[in-house]
């Protein structure tokens, strides 16, 4: 700071002293606070070869203030604007009363016992030009603000810290204590919102404060609902859900608002291992989206799911050989609101005695694509395929790999497409992750004699069985409808989830892949008619993608139950996901 800008601030000390004396209790302009001794004495040291009336004073509780004064309160108020003016001081100084400061460090050997403000010298006044408006008159002094915050109970004091913290101006710890941080952050919400930085919040700027912070949470209806049945108490947006029907380990609770939102609470009995296996089954649920955070603990989950339209959210928990949590699911795009019920709901969860009985509610409808009462995430399109090498490369229909957001081989094993033939309609999938076969395909070489039996090996219902099946038929001719030699027509009814699979002789090799039920020339298939591509058409398609066709000239035939096991070994279930 220059000679000049202090001769100034000194000039307009004496003309503001004289204004009124009607406060003559000294006040300071607190400036910085700093966790030690050390690092407070270096900064009083810095701070005295720049400005006036420096001092500093122990807080308390490992904390030491850097303080100007003692002066009148107008005084501090101007010295206070004027300093922040010049950027000589922090933004957030404040004005504090002497009872807030204890032992005195710095000037080295004073003693601050009381005594009256500084009476600046005899210099002439220079005049600060006034700002634009001036803030808000308080609706409480100092002292009743101090008296009305006495009242407050921790949790009200933990309330105000963390609405301190949504509005961006405290980042320390939620411990209902009012330190300096604390009081430096509300000096700061009270300077950002035109009020004299105090540090004290009255009771009217409290109530401004906690009107804002809960504002978003406005028409919600946000309150503690208690379910004994599943031994969870917790807020609960009740205006947009309410209550639908136990399905363990659920609770239901449907939308009945403008908003789509749903929650579940989570109730059951068990271990690490339950914990872990309600982790990989929620995974599963069309509730939660496939991408998102998600982490499992050995008492606890977090998972999120995250899409363009919803955000899931998962917490569950593992006590005493209870496990309870919730799911929260909330439109996307609406954060803030989101996050404030989150907190809220976090924030009350409570456990109460018992857990969800596990014969409790269910509903009367039961599928296989429901868990609990939830739908089970599905592929937008499942065909079956064939391991051609032992690695786990498969080969499938094209159908099933067209704009897929991911290819699943068992539902288990991320794939890629390694190649396509699509004037044959067929495509080789590599798996993400090396896999090891308990089967691989080996093509027969001998051409087969129209009317031979033969078998295709499919999910013919999407996998719903957990395994493939066998459709068994004969070689009606070994081309196409219009004499294409890559096609052979099979008399043989299959089903859509066929597609891709392989044909197997009565020896098990396979003689081609089942093609999926696509009208010819315009006509719908009668029943019983399919199509197969050949083997010379596939291992033309797997030379090209870099695979080795394993052959065989050899005819066999073995008893059906071989066959069904040796095609179960072989075949896959090839699906597409959004």
């Avoid at 892949?513 to 019983?528: E, N, S, T, Y």
Wanted: net charge negative.
């Amino acid at each position: 700071m220059t000679r000049f800008g202090i001769v100034l601030i000194l000039g307009i000390f004496m003309a503001v002293s004289a204004a009124s004396a009607q406060d003559t209790a000294p006040v300071w302009v607190q400036i910085e606070a700093q966790p030690n001794l050390t690092e407070a004495q270096a900064s009083a040291r810095r701070y005295a070869a720049a400005l006036p009336d420096v001092n500093g004073f122990s807080l308390g509780r490992g904390w030491y203030a850097i303080a100007l004064g003692p002066y009148q309160r107008d005084e501090a108020l101007r010295v206070l604007q004027v300093y922040r003016a010049e950027g000589v001081v922090p933004r957030d100084s404040y004005i504090a009363e002497s009872s807030a400061y204890q032992q005195q460090f710095w000037p080295i050997g004073a003693r601050f016992q009381g005594q009256p403000a500084i009476v600046a010298p005899d210099l002439p006044p220079v005049m600060v030009p006034e700002p634009a408006s001036e803030p808000e008159p308080a609706d409480e002094t100092l002292s009743e603000a101090r008296a009305s915050e006495s009242d407050l109970s921790s949790a009200q004091r933990a309330e105000l810290q963390i609405a301190l913290k949504w509005a961006g101006v405290y980042d320390g710890a939620i411990d209902a204590a009012f330190g300096p941080g604390t009081r430096n952050s509300m000096a700061k919400w009270q300077q950002a919102n035109g009020y004299q930085p105090t540090g004290v919040l009255t009771t009217a700027q409290r109530a401004t404060l906690l009107g804002r912070y809960n504002a978003v949470l406005e028409g919600l209806g946000v309150e503690i609902m208690r379910d004994n049945g599943a031994g969870i108490a917790l807020k609960l947006p009740t205006a947009i859900v309410e209550f639908d029907h136990y399905e363990p380990p659920f609770v239901h609770f449907k939308t009945i608002g403008d908003i789509d939102a749903r929650v579940l609470l989570i109730s059951l009995q068990g271990d690490r291992t339950t914990l872990a296996g309600l982790y990989d089954v929620m995974q599963t649920l069309a509730i939660v989206p496939e991408t998102g955070p998600r982490s499992l603990e050995s008492d606890s989950f977090t998972l999120i799911g995250e899409s363009a339209l919803s955000i899931s959210h998962s917490q569950v928990w593992l006590r005493d050989g209870q496990i309870k949590g919730f799911t929260l699911l909330w439109p996307a795009g609406d954060e803030e609101r989101r996050k404030r019920l989150l907190s809220e709901m976090q924030t009350s969860f409570a456990w109460l005695p018992g857990t969800l009985d596990p014969a409790e509610g269910g509903s009367a409808a039961q599928r296989i694509n429901l868990i609990a009462g939830l739908e089970v995430r599905q592929p937008k399109l499942s065909r079956s395929g064939f391991f051609v090498d032992e690695t786990g490369a498969v080969l499938t229909t094209s159908e099933v790999v067209q704009a897929c957001g991911r290819i699943t081989i068992d539902e288990a094993y991320e794939a890629d497409i390694a190649f396509t033939d699509p004037s044959l309609g067929v495509s080789v999938l590599r798996p993400r992750t090396s896999l090891a076969p308990r089967s691989v395909a080996i093509f027969q070489d001998q051409t087969p004699r129209i009317m031979s039996d033969v078998a295709v090996a499919g999910y013919s219902y999407g996998g719903l069985l957990g395994a493939p099946t066998l459709t068994f038929g004969q070689i009606s001719d070994l081309r196409g409808l219009n004499g294409e030699t890559h096609l052979k027509r099979l008399a043989l009814s299959a089903l859509d989830g066929d597609a891709g699979g392989p044909v197997l002789d009565r020896g098990g090799a396979v003689l081609g892949m089942l093609l999926p039920r696509h009208q010819q020339d315009g006509r719908a298939l009668p029943d019983g008619v399919s199509f197969a591509a050949t083997n010379g058409a596939l291992q033309g398609v797997l030379n090209q993608s870099g695979v080795s066709a394993r052959t065989t000239s050899e005819i066999g035939q073995i008893a059906a139950e071989t066959l069904t096991d040796r095609a179960g070994a072989l075949t896959v279930l090839v699906s597409c996901w959004e």
